[in-house]
């Protein structure tokens, strides 16, 4: 069973920045393709980013150009740098793999409000 611990949500100001990050247990890291995905409260859970092993990048339009997804497999960690957050960026952050496995971690919670 994969273990995925997310951790460094928080509260922050419309226009400022957070970075999250995400440890994985699974072996081979390098060859999965790696995912964050977001749930807003009353919303289904989103794929907003994913990364593969390589390191090729994809966006949802709603996040693209201002987030940044970024993993190193030596420490089977992946990364989600946000920055100019919205308020509709709060949601709980998870990530997953892609196509995600059904173990998801506790999730961190961000929330974006003045």
């Known amino acids: 069973q994969v273990q995925l611990v997310e951790s460094g949500g928080g509260l922050v100001q419309p226009g400022g920045s957070l970075r999250l990050s995400c440890a994985s247990s699974r072996s081979r890291f390098s060859i999965y393709r790696m995912g964050w995905y977001r749930q807003a409260p009353g919303k289904q859970r989103e794929l907003v980013a994913r990364i593969t092993g390589a390191g090729y990048t994809n966006y949802a339009d709603s996040v693209k150009d201002r987030f940044t997804i970024s993993r190193d497999n030596a420490k089977n960690t992946v990364s989600l740098q946000m920055t100019s957050l919205k308020p509709e960026d709060t949601a709980v952050y998870y990530c997953?793999?892609?196509?995600?496995?059904?173990?998801w971690g506790q999730g961190t919670q961000v929330t974006v409000s003045s």
């Open positions: 997953n793999e892609d196509p995600p496995v059904p173990y």
